[in-house]
């Protein structure tokens, strides 16, 4: 990666990074390589943020400032590539730094955005559908390193931390390469990201196999729609946590449920007040989770993590400006 990976950040230009050609109207034969960037960048950003839309963001001004530069400095760069990553972890850099402060004035609790699987996108725009190659949710990949457990710990962590675990971790960049965008030494980025490994290994739970946890999910549904209690308790560990996130635009509990039982009857408790709810299966960030609709319209998204046979954390995200994606699931 370069180190003049930020220079022009000053520029503004009205190009678009998803036009064909560049500014001087000739075919651009680059163009395509730069374009294929994008997915990879907006991968790397929603891991590192939480935010699909603060990502979508991220890559937008990174676009921005590759096509402020001039043509005779766009053929100096290596690697497009490289210098594209770097300028989007920087920013990202940035924002999470930023984002403590901003969390600080956020009422109740923060959950990291959530993501439909792609073959239940629909992006709300006319005509469009699941196939759509602009969807986002088609362009993050659904891996381990973007369930809701792994996004809370690495939400946990310092901006330094996290982004050089990411980058060395999920998307194997060098200590080298780290380094340019984290601004410290390759040393100091080795320790940063075997910080941010012992935050994992220590909130690991035990690994619960695929179909198990299809069915541990499905079972608190039914037992959630036929509000019974007793079921509901015994398939959360008497000591799981359960957390809402409305961003002060819904109602939503400000504090986590801790215990089983609580959260077992404040679940059938908000049945019971709100009528014509429907929830769905889904998946939610790669993993089995649940989808409430009230009239057809999505107000929460809920995922799980299990721990063995039991669930050990929900958290179910109310805030509609997190739930975009969801709004208008196809239906089946």
């Known amino acids: 990666m370069r180190a003049d990976a930020t220079k022009g950040a000053g520029d503004t230009v009205n190009t678009h990074p998803g036009q064909s050609e560049p500014r001087d109207g000739r075919f651009d034969p680059g163009l395509s390589a730069i374009m294929s960037e994008r997915r990879q960048l907006i991968n790397l950003s929603y891991r590192l943020l939480g935010s699909l839309s603060d990502a979508e963001d991220v890559v937008q001004e990174t676009y921005t400032r590759w096509y402020a530069m001039s043509r005779q400095r766009q053929e100096a760069i290596e690697s497009p590539g490289a210098w594209l990553t770097t300028v989007a972890g920087r920013i990202c850099l940035d924002l999470l730094g930023s984002a403590r402060a901003r969390r600080e004035r956020y009422v109740g609790e923060w959950i990291p955005e959530p993501l439909p699987d792609r073959t239940e996108w629909v992006n709300g725009r006319p005509g469009g559908t699941t196939a759509d190659p602009a969807d986002p949710a088609d362009r993050v990949t659904l891996d381990e390193s973007i369930t809701m457990a792994f996004l809370v710990v690495l939400d946990s962590m310092t901006p330094a931390e996290r982004v050089a675990f990411v980058l060395h971790d999920v998307f194997r960049h060098s200590f080298a390469e780290v380094a340019e ?17 012992r935050r994992i290994r220590v909130s690991r739970a035990p690994a619960t196999p695929a179909a198990q946890r299809a069915d541990i999910v499905r079972a608190f549904k039914q037992a959630w729609e036929a509000k019974d209690i007793d079921a509901l308790v015994g398939l959360l560990d008497p000591d799981a946590t359960g957390t809402a996130d409305g961003g002060g635009l819904v109602s939503a509990l400000l504090r986590p449920i801790e215990g089983g039982e609580q959260i077992a009857r404040y679940a059938v408790g908000l049945v019971g007040r709100v009528p014509d709810l429907t929830i769905l299966e889904r998946t939610v960030n790669g993993q089995p989770g649940l989808v ?11 995922a799980f993590d299990l721990a063995g046979d039991r669930i050990k954390h929900l958290w179910a995200v109310r805030n509609p400006e997190k739930l975009r994606p969801w709004t208008t699931e196809p239906r089946h």
């Open 181 to 197: 965008i984290v601004g410290r030494t390759p040393a100091a980025c080795r320790q940063l990201a075997s910080s941010a490994r």
């Open 292 to 302: 409430v609709q009230q009239d057809g319209v999505t107000v929460v998204v809920m």
